[in-house]
């Protein structure tokens, strides 16, 4: 039984999660710097609409399919942010 190929396996999620772990924490600072300058309304609805960037990011990086569910919710936080930036 050889451990090498966890080992390697392991140091790759290691440091994986240490960058996961470094970009949850300055999208944090930068919620909080949001916070400071904009409304409460205006930063929670930008904040909901991570799983919609999430998602047309994963269209156009990853080449992956949205469903026409996720293209309507899309469109409606697009809107939403819209709204709630201009007001």
Not at 12 to 19: E, H, I, P, Y
Not at 40 to 58: E, K, R, T, Y
Request: contains cysteine; charged residues 10%; proline residues 2%.
């Amino acid at each position: 039984l050889s451990l090498r190929p966890w080992i390697g396996a392991l140091r790759s999620a290691g440091v994986a999660a240490v960058v996961a772990g470094i970009l949850d924490g300055v999208g944090n600072l930068l919620l909080l710097a949001a916070l400071e300058g904009l409304s409460v309304v205006v930063v929670g609805v930008l904040a909901a609409s991570g799983p919609a960037v999430a998602a047309v990011l994963s269209w156009f990086v990853l080449s992956e399919r949205l469903t026409r569910s996720q293209l309507v919710g899309i469109t409606i936080a697009f809107c939403g942010g819209s709204i709630a930036v201009m007001s």
